[in-house]
């Protein structure tokens, strides 16, 4: 298979990357590729020009930065997962990458690369809403921060201006805070059918913040306000996490698909926000 | 030794036949140096790439190739009407999505693809008939004219396999076959049944899903001889439908079959007439090699079904009727899967009272080809769900209830002929023995078992054997080895000469210097050819013992052979090396003729072969999803002439048959579109999907078969789909008469 | 900026060698192992990130190949299936799956060989449900993975003992 030409270039440096945006607007960053090339070769993009991002040194590294952690955007998903300060810092972001795709996707792909894409069922997106992540991108105007919660628009859509790159994620630190990551993978592709992503702060047997967001269900992934509300304040038991459950889909527009009905889905995404927070007690 | 039936000997007769050796071909697949059709290149070679129709039926009213033949590198670009010898590409109508409209022609692989993007096809898009039952109707257009279309090859190889001649009666609309088996009065012995169950079944159709797509490439030389490499399961297939379309002699086409990277059925011929008539046309070679989405577009899958049982039975479980209506869904070509499958659904068990009715359709979808036992796992999902549910209504044992009605030796077939010698029952019977259904269950877990046969396939078959100056044997065969079966032919020769199987080399040649040897499908190259290697072998023995005698000074029948060297019996030390021997016969002045034989075998009778499945489910209550937790696979091999090897298959066969029950559809919209066309979305089983499966081989010989083996292939890819059902039914209570069994259809299921 | 279309020289490092190679920047690391570098046990299999047949190692990791380009693999160490053992003298996992019968058709074999050493590389000891993860990128059509697990299982008893009459 051949995919359609594209004009290449490998800057050394964040300037230069920047720079030859500017002077290639109708470019495409290229990261990890584990998203990219898979849309070119089905031909839902055919970028006329490739940016490769291997070459800056700036968008590697994982950073303590006091209260936050702060991951370059070509990190690994596997390095998310193997790395002790995001296990011990923000777990669920690493708990969230083990779950990406398999061996071979994880040792390619990218943090920054997976929030770019902005497929509806990635993995990343659900785990750093649910963390509060900002990310931190940049292009020939400047630096700028938002959240991810921002960033995220829809499917494949950021807000993200198109000559600006991400180049860092900021996660607060959730140390000590309970979390997991529960996902029904596609049998196939492997992307979530539903992914949940739960992180919980408790103090004296009372929930004193809850994150829950999910991926899979809806055109973008998103926070499950309705069913956070549920939990804030309360001495969490099973009816509590039961009427939680129930609400995490309030207010979306859950997508059906020839693998999983809305309906189905609606119920798999309770199903799973239950299982999760049970596991977390 | 020389037993003219060697099915008769004990298994501690033997020397090397059942006992486990690792395939021949095994290192050169190791190290990358497989040999598939895209590792040769040959040189000077163009390239070629499909354009592929979008739409399930259209007039094509022009196409603009301009642009395509512009592009630096391109040779040539050609049109359906232009190049009828192909037979792959439309001529004026196209009748399924993805079947291709044109091919480009480019000095490049990419400038050949890139140019196919630029060809223009203007259509006039027709309604499509999408739906088997809707083409039936009498108010349905006719998909297109039954006469513009040819059975294809390879699924016609297979249906001949189990001998279905059924009746051909009245012809709905599309339908290109009807076939019936009648017995008795199945209505009236329902109305005086005890118990009736009646449920109707839907499989979508499948693809075959090897690893390596489909690839071919030839070289037409000016003298008029044609040399093709191809992915094939059958090299004389190739060149019989080459020969045929080109209007060739045989003798000048020559087919080299590449090592194949998974058949399942679905390697038979595709593109080699058309690279022949382009390489003729344009005096260079040629190659192509499709990709992945291509492949799934336009290659032969195995067919969807609906089927509808009735089965009635009374209080005691005794079956007194079987109803059931079949309608296979073969697209836009003849096809030919209703045949096995009526006469594997009416024949299983002893049933006073038939009436099954099959129908092969015709709809704008991509034509069927043979998938791993075409037309048994349809009609056996049917068949051994409903069974269940009998079960089930009975109150009684499933295992017993088939216990209690399966045929065996002498019983009638449906077809008029009577079952052979089978294993069915002794297959039943271990089962029913094996701890499997002891161990315990856990939350939400269920067992279910089903039964499944294949007719087995027959074709003629020839060997050739010859010893090497060095004392080694050589082994010449024409067959593909896709299942490892030319390691059991080492092990067949090696036994007959008491030779170790390292000095046995089988060697494999393409149809112009091979014997002629069947496509590998239908589970029949052990089982003919094999034959045929030992015939071989044996005349060889016989040629090595009247030169030994000689040497020896000792009468033949006082000779034995074994390790390599031919013994005068009882007198230790007399004996002379098969090397000693065969120096002479390749050497200048001597007086040696070379000892080489040749080997041939036309079995008359198949040697059908049974299965029994088991499968532990554990199914998720809250949202639906299906884990196998354990498998048990009983199987009559006849004789494991390489056990581990037909454990294999069996694993093999287990691991698809849940693929069918599960994950696997290629998919169709309601349009005709086809919506599977890539790995990311047609799911087959992965690393987590299958469990250790628990395998008893059980050995009820084949009368014809060498050692009495049978086929082993695909027998084992066709009772997982009910197992599978029928643990979720034990699981859940519910039934899924829909594949795959997908969470959703699960939770949905009463 | 390297034009559509146009060639750039670039240098790869496989299996232990230096290849220089003239490729266009669409072309995937498979094809070019393949057609540049003759590496024919690099094989294609659903070119879209699912099958695994074409994984090789990128630093010693297994990545697929058709999910890369080539001009991406510049200054990484490449491993294919053709830097493990010959077929007289097979690696040990090659070894393994010959013995353990892990393979039928081949066509899944570099890849699953290739993952299984990485494996093995990094954990000398796994268990059979680290190994069907780790393997999970991997498919097989033929074999119904049992006998796959089977030798990489064998294969890492195979390695202690090595190591065990190395010491």
């Known amino acids: 298979m051949t995919l359609a030409a594209f004009a290449y270039q490998r800057p050394r440096s964040l300037a230069e990357a920047v720079e030859a945006m500017a002077e290639a607007p109708d470019a495409r960053w290229l990261s990890g590729g584990m998203s990219l090339l898979p849309m070119m070769k089905l031909e839902l993009a055919a970028p006329p020009a490739l940016l490769d991002l291997s070459g800056v040194e700036d968008l590697r590294g994982i950073r303590d930065e006091g209260d936050f952690l702060h991951i370059g955007a070509m990190t690994r998903h596997v390095e998310l997962a193997r790395d002790p300060a995001v296990r011990r810092d923000a777990h669920l972001a690493s708990l969230a990458a083990e779950r990406i795709g398999d061996p071979q996707v994880r040792n390619r792909g990218t943090v920054g690369g997976s929030l770019a894409h902005a497929d509806p069922a990635a993995d990343l997106p659900a785990a750093l809403l649910a963390l509060d992540a900002e990310v931190e991108a940049v292009s020939a105007r400047g630096r700028r921060a938002l959240s991810v919660q921002d960033l995220l628009l829809g499917p494949m859509m950021t807000a993200l201006e198109p000559d600006e790159l991400i180049v860092a994620i900021r996660i607060p630190k959730h140390t000590g805070h309970r979390q997991a990551y529960t996902k029904v993978p596609h049998p196939a592709s492997g992307y979530a059918v539903v992914g949940v992503a739960v992180a919980i702060h408790e103090e004296g047997g009372r929930v004193r913040q809850a994150a829950i967001a999910v991926t899979g269900v809806a055109l973008k992934a998103f926070r499950a306000a309705r069913a956070e509300a549920v939990l804030a304040g309360q001495a969490v038991d099973q009816e509590v996490l039961a009427e939680a459950a129930g609400l995490v889909c309030d207010g979306q527009d859950v997508l059906g698909d020839v693998y999983a009905s809305a309906a189905y889905r609606r119920q798999l995404a309770q199903v799973v926000t239950r299982r999760t927070l049970e596991g977390l007690r | ?750 | 900026m390297v034009a559509t279309e146009e060639r750039v020289a670039i240098t790869l490092a496989v299996n232990g060698r230096d290849e220089q190679v003239s490729v266009e920047p669409r072309w995937l690391l498979s094809d070019v192992l393949r057609r540049e570098c003759g590496l024919k046990g690099v094989h294609v299999g659903c070119e879209h990130g699912v099958c695994g047949a074409c994984t090789v190692l990128l630093d010693g990791e297994p990545i697929r190949s058709c999910l890369m380009f080539a001009v991406q693999a510049v200054g990484h160490q490449l491993t294919t299936v053709e830097a493990l053992g010959t077929a007289d003298h097979l690696d040990p996992v090659q070894q393994a799956f010959w013995e353990a019968h892990g393979l039928q058709c081949g066509f899944c074999t570099p890849g699953m060989v290739l993952t299984a050493r990485a494996l093995l590389d990094r954990n000398p000891n796994p268990d059979e449900e680290t190994i069907r993860e780790t393997l999970s990128g991997n498919l097989c059509r033929c074999t119904g993975y049992q006998f796959i697990v089977d030798a990489v299982l064998l294969a890492a008893a195979k390695r202690a003992e090595d190591a065990e009459q190395g010491a």
């Open chain 2, 1 to 750: 030794m020389a037993s003219a039936n060697p099915s008769d000997r004990s298994e501690a007769a033997f020397t090397y036949i059942g006992k486990s050796r690792h395939r021949e071909d095994g290192p050169a697949k190791l190290v990358g140096a497989g040999g598939y059709v895209a590792d040769l290149d040959p040189a000077g070679s163009w390239y070629a790439h499909l354009v592929l129709s979008p739409h399930p039926h259209a007039r094509i009213r022009g196409v603009d190739t301009r642009a395509a033949a512009a592009v630096a590198g391109v040779k040539a670009v050609y049109l359906g009407d232009a190049l009828p010898e192909a037979d792959l590409l439309a001529e004026s109508e196209v009748f399924y999505a993805g079947e291709p409209v044109a091919v480009v022609v480019a000095d490049d692989p990419a400038v050949a693809e890139d140019a196919a993007e630029l060809v223009e096809v203007d259509y006039d898009v027709l309604p499509a008939v999408v739906d088997a039952e809707a083409a039936m109707r009498p108010d349905a257009p006719l998909v297109r004219q039954l006469e513009d279309t040819a059975g294809r090859a390879d699924a016609g190889a297979h249906g001949d396999a189990a001998g279905g001649s059924a009746k051909t009666e009245e012809r709905p609309n599309n339908v290109s076959a009807v076939v019936k088996y009648r017995r008795g009065d199945a209505e009236a012995a329902r109305a005086e049944a005890d118990v009736s169950v009646t449920r109707r079944y839907h499989l979508p159709p499948l693809y075959q899903g090897f690893l390596e797509t489909h690839g071919s490439s030839a070289h037409a030389e000016r003298t008029g001889e044609t040399t093709i490499w191809t992915t094939t399961q059958g090299q004389f297939m190739v060149r019989n439908a080459v020969k045929r379309l080109l209007k060739l002699p045989d003798y000048r086409v020559r087919v080299v079959g590449a090592t194949v990277g998974g058949g399942f059925g679905g390697k038979g011929v595709l593109l080699e007439p058309l690279v022949a008539t382009l390489s003729q046309r344009l005096g260079r070679p040629v190659a192509m090699l499709l990709d992945r989405q291509q492949d799934i577009l336009v290659n032969n899958p195995g067919p969807a079904a609906d089927i509808e049982v009735t089965l009635s039975a009374r209080s005691d479980g005794t079956l007194v009727a079987i109803e059931a209506r079949l309608v296979f869904d073969n697209g836009a070509e003849r096809g030919g899967s209703a045949g096995i499958a009526c006469l594997m659904l009416a024949g299983t068990y002893r049933c006073p009272n038939l009436d099954v009715l099959g129908y092969d359709v015709m709809t704008h979808k991509v034509p069927i080809g043979a998938y791993r036992a075409p037309g048994a796992p349809q009609g056996y999902f049917a068949l051994e769900s409903a069974m269940d549910e009998l079960a089930g209504t009975l109150h009684m044992d499933p295992l017993q209830l088939r216990l209690k009605n399966a045929v065996q030796e002498g019983d009638d077939r449906p077809d008029g002929r009577t079952w052979p010698r089978i294993g069915l029952l002794e297959c039943l019977r271990a089962a029913a023995a094996h701890p499997f259904f002891e161990e315990p269950l856990g939350p939400n877990e269920g067992i279910g078992v089903a039964a499944g046969g294949w007719g087995g396939g027959l074709e003629p078959a020839a060997a050739a054997c010859q010893v090497t100056s060095e004392g080694r044997l050589v082994v010449q065969v024409g067959s593909i080895d896709i299942t490892g079966t030319n390691t059991t032919f080492a092990l067949i020769a090696a036994e007959e000469l008491g030779l170790s199987p390292d000095e046995v080399h089988v060697q494999f040649a393409d149809t112009a210097h091979a014997p002629y040897a069947g496509m590998a499908g239908g589970s029949k190259t052990t089982y003919t050819v094999g034959l045929a290697v030992a015939e071989a072998a044996k005349a060889v023995r016989k040629q090595v013992l009247e030169i030994a005698a000689e040497r020896l000074e000792a009468a033949v029948e006082d000779l034995d052979m074994a390790d390599g060297a031919v013994h005068v019996k009882g007198v230790p030390g007399r004996s002379v090396t098969l090397a000693e021997i065969a120096r002479d016969t390749a050497r200048f002045g001597g007086r040696t003729a070379p000892l080489i034989a040749e080997g041939r075998s036309a079995v008359t009778k198949s040697a059908p072969g049974f299965a029994v499945h088991a499968a532990r489910v554990a199914v998720d209550p809250d949202t639906g999803e299906v884990r196998v937790t354990g498998y048990l696979a009983v199987q009559d091999v006849g004789r494991a002439l390489n056990p581990k090897e037909v454990e294999g298959q069996i694993l093999g066969g287990v691991a698809q048959g849940i693929g069918r029950a599960l994950y696997e559809d290629l998919a169709y919209d309601s349009t005709g579109q086809p919506v599977s066309t890539s790995f990311l979305d047609y799911q087959m089983p992965t690393f987590h999907d299958v469990p250790r499966v628990d395998i008893v081989l059980v050995e009820v010989p084949a009368e014809q078969g060498p050692y009495g083996a049978k086929g082993v292939g695909e027998p084992p890819a066709i009772p997982g789909a009910a197992a599978v059902a029928n643990a979720v039914a034990a699981a859940t209570g519910r039934r899924v008469a829909t594949l795959p069994i997908t969470p959703e259809r699960v939770l949905a299921a009463q």
